[in-house]
């Protein structure tokens, strides 16, 4: 938008003293930040109108992304990037007297999501509205957010997120979309007019009434929406004889039961806990979303059997499965189609992405809580299940009779959603090449098999604009000064960097770059923990979720090791190394918890003893999430990517630290494959065991993790130092990991890998001793980073899945 810095200035104080009442000497942080919020979001309004007004009018079809979890962050920036207004705010700001950094530190991350699979979601939504895509976000909007972590004593503590203290600029409340969910009752069937007609009886509704946030796309003026819904009581006051009774005890704790629904993001990824209220979540977003949808798609007055036509719903992993019987049911119990009819339409509808492999988090319900609080739902996901059972027992039960049981969406009690998705929908499609070959050569192989063509890749992506051009603004300057601005637009433009490959004065400034960068972090490392760290040290990071087939475990035996070398040898030529992590670990998790408290452990010894902290310090940064990792990201030197092969679906950090130039240190596994491919091998450093070695040594039951334990005297050394009283803690305050690792015989392959790690970190450092070669590594990885753009994974499901038009503008459609 046009913008100068005079009328923002004018009509920044006006809105600044509006909003807060006061005069700008007078304003507090939070003021000048939720006026400057408040500004930008009416400077967006227009274009937010346009842009619905203008999908309506075209006829268009649209995508609905069904998410549980959109990890977005703060807004602020990327929203001023999107509008092309930064540099002006920045300036007129500076000229008040104020600072943007400042300020736009008061916002709160929005962080309704775990990790991968929500962060993944928030980066769609900037990609589709920037590619050009009518798309928008379906969710909750929780009332607390992923917990907010403290370290104390070494020891996760968590505490509620309260993101919505002090209100939500970006969110527009539309209480006049509000829709009504039932819960539990019975279904009455009844033969009206010649057929079967289902009515639900008796059923506890709650209200979900939608809060729009704008999603600008880069400089198009697009604005799509991110819609979340939040659960009320019917009316506020919706028992008024109790109330006045005096019955104030029962009728606040009905509302609040109600009201439950959205108030807290479950913290568990890749564990399903099975709570009920978990499945209230996930009904109740997934019905509110579809029946708005159904109420537009109405009011175009377009025919309800064209539906599939105009609207592509996707569901992220199986938590909003039940999309599927809900779709189901709203057309056939309101719309009046038949089975056949309303089947088609969902299955042609209806598009699903699996995000993990891993066992433990495949949702399952049981048959009796789903029929209790579903009854109608339950009826229909039965008669889907028996419509392809009929199926696959005619074509299998001679070949193989247990197969149609295996493939059945009803089994051993429990409703499987991942079968429930396959089957309801017209596309699967995995996260990253290996994982989704080894969804269709293995864990869904009988459904390839059955449905010829439905599975499919789509390597995922992360957003350009946050992850590079916001987070590390030297670096975006030093790339578009060689090689122009398109990049933003046309992020696999950035090989073109691959010119400056042996420019030494193009390679020294990067490198200064990057230590810059770690003098930023450095700082705002100290001020935010009182940690300092050492900018010439080499910046070695894992920052991801806290999970056992993640591997901190082989990281910090890892440093132990090291540290153990270093006591025996302290002339030992090492880098001076800072291993930084961030994680946070699911609050019923108590592997993950102790390992947790083992990296602090062994970052209370190392950083405290003389002989050994000028060349290692370990580092836990609190709190790990979006913001912090903006900070993190652009100081790294090393990604540290080491999940057993096989299990990492993806992985998305991987994308963004290889984007900031720092280098990956990487299993064969998820999406460092395709960094692989992209990098050269002479780029990357890897390791470890292959995703099929993984399964074969777990088919064969042939590893023995206590044989190397006995053979390899250092690992042991590393291993015996969490019960040894090296660490100031008690024997047994690591028994879990040790447990798993020795007793359990190692699951993810700790101990296996360990020796090819070593070695390969050994490679590493002395790579970095190299600047030249260091820093051409670097670049290559920069400029290679282009197709891990979130805006050609976006244009990748829509060429093949969604296949809805794509908009350079909306300018003058109107
Ligand atoms: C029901 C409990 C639960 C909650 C969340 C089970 C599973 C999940 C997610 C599927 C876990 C997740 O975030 N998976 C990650 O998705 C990313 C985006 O595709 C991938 O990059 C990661 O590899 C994958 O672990």
């Known amino acids: 938008m046009e913008l100068n810095v005079n009328q923002f200035k004018k009509d920044y104080l006006r809105r600044l003293k509006a909003k807060s009442g006061r005069p700008l000497e007078e304003s507090t942080v939070w003021d000048q930040y939720h006026a400057l919020g408040s500004l930008i979001k009416e400077y967006m309004t227009d274009d937010w109108v346009g842009t619905s007004i203008a999908y309506n009018k075209l006829d268009t079809r649209q995508v609905f992304y069904f998410s549980m979890e959109f990890l977005t962050g703060k807004l602020l920036c990327d929203y001023m990037h999107a509008m092309g207004v930064f540099e002006v705010v920045e300036q007129g700001l500076t000229d008040l007297g104020l600072s943007l950094e400042t300020i736009s530190e008061a916002e709160r991350d929005q962080g309704l999501g775990n990790g991968g699979l929500g962060r993944l979601a928030a980066c769609f939504m900037d990609s589709m509205a920037s590619v050009g895509i009518p798309g928008h976000g379906i969710g909750i909007r929780f009332n607390f957010g992923l917990f907010e972590q403290k370290i104390i004593n070494g020891y996760q503590v968590e505490f509620p997120d309260r993101w919505l203290e002090n209100r939500n600029v970006w969110e527009v409340k539309m209480p006049d979309k509000a829709v009504e969910v039932h819960f539990g009752g019975s279904v009455r069937q009844d033969y009206i007019g010649g057929r079967n007609v289902f009515f639900l009886e008796n059923t506890e509704v709650v209200m979900a ?95 309800i059997r064209d539906f599939h036509k105009y609207n592509a719903i996707h569901i992220n992993d199986t938590h909003p499965a039940l999309a599927i019987p809900e779709l189901m049911r709203l057309l056939m119990d309101i719309e009046e189609l038949n089975w056949e009819e309303a089947w088609k339409i969902t299955t042609q509808t209806i598009s699903y992405t699996n995000h993990t492999l891993l066992h433990e988090a495949m949702e ?66 995995g996260v990253a090449k290996l994982h989704s070959e080894l969804l269709a050569t293995k864990e869904l192989k009988p459904f390839n098999e059955f449905y010829a063509g439905k599975f499919n890749n789509k390597t995922n992506g992360i957003t350009h604009r946050r992850w590079l051009l916001h987070s590390n603004p030297r670096l975006s300057a030093h790339i578009t000064e060689a090689i122009g601005d ?55 990071i894992q920052i991801k979720r806290l999970h056992e087939y993640k591997r901190q475990t082989l990281n910090i035996l890892h ?71 903006e900070h993190i990201i652009p100081s790294a030197d090393i990604s ?77 050394r590393a291993i015996d130092m969490m019960t040894d009283g090296t660490l100031n803690v008690s024997p047994e305050e690591f028994y879990l990991i040790r447990s798993a690792l020795l007793d359990h015989n190692d699951a993810f392959f700790v101990l296996k890998d360990f020796e090819s790690y070593a070695n390969i970190q050994k490679k590493a450092c002395e790579a970095y001793r190299d600047k030249k ?34 908009f350079e503008t909306l300018k003058g459609s109107l």
Not at 294 to 302: A, V
Not at 410 to 415: A, E, F, L, P, Y
Not at 790 to 804: C, E, G, L, P, V
């Open 209 to 303: 009434v939608p809060y729009d946030t704008p999603i600008p796309g880069y400089q198009n003026g697009i604005v799509n929406t991110l819609r979340l819904y939040s659960a009320e009581a019917k009316t506020p006051d919706f028992d008024l004889a109790g109330f006045s009774r005096g019955d104030y005890n029962r009728v606040f704790s009905e509302k609040y039961a109600v009201e439950a629904i959205s108030q807290v993001l479950y913290p568990d990824d890749a564990y399903e806990n099975g709570r009920l209220l978990r499945l209230k979540q996930e009904y109740f977003f997934v019905s509110a979303g579809l029946q708005g949808i159904m109420r537009s798609f109405k009011r175009s007055g377009l025919p």
């Open 364 to 429: 399952k319900w049981p048959v009796d809580v789903m029929k209790s609080l579903l009854p109608r739902i339950f009826m229909i996901i039965e008669e889907i299940d028996r419509r392809f059972n009929q199926i696959t027992e005619r074509l299998y039960h001679q070949v193989d009779p247990r197969r149609s049981q295996q493939m059945a969406i009803i089994g051993d009690g429990q409703v499987r959603m991942a079968h429930l998705c396959i089957v309801g929908s017209h596309s699967v499609n």
């Open 486 to 540: 398109e990049w933003i637009k046309e992020p696999e433009s950035l090989g073109r960097l691959m010119k400056y490959h042996s420019d030494p004065a193009y390679l020294e400034k990067l490198m200064a770059i990057k230590r810059a960068n770690k003098v930023d972090f450095s700082n705002y490392l100290h001020k935010t923990s009182g940690v300092s760290i050492d900018p010439d040290s080499i910046y070695d």
């Open 559 to 629: 440093i132990m090791s090291m540290y153990l070398r270093l006591k025996e040898d302290p002339d030992l030529d090492l880098i001076p190394r800072t291993f930084l992590f961030g994680a946070k670990a699911a609050p019923g998790y108590q592997t993950a918890k102790q390992t947790i408290k083992l990296i602090n452990a062994v970052g209370d010894l190392i950083n405290a003893d003389k002989d050994v902290n000028e060349k290692l310090k370990v580092v836990f940064v609190e709190n790990y999430g979006v913001t912090v990792a």
């Open 640 to 716: 540290e990517q080491i999940s057993t092969a096989s299990k990492e679906a993806s992985g998305t950090g991987n994308m963004k630290l290889m984007m900031n130039g720092a280098v990956t240190v990487a299993t064969l596994d998820g999406a460092n494959i395709e960094i692989l491919e992209a990098v050269g091998k002479d780029n990357i450093f890897l390791f470890g065991l292959t995703a099929e070695e993984v399964y074969r040594y777990t088919e064969n039951h042939s590893y023995k993790a206590f044989e190397i334990y006995q053979n390899n005297p250092l690992l042991r």
């Open 773 to 806: 070669r260091w820093s051409a590594m670097s670049l290559v990885n920069i400029a290679k980073s282009g197709i891990f753009s979130s805006d050609r994974t976006i244009r990748d499901y829509n060429r093949d899945i969604w296949k809805a038009p794509v």
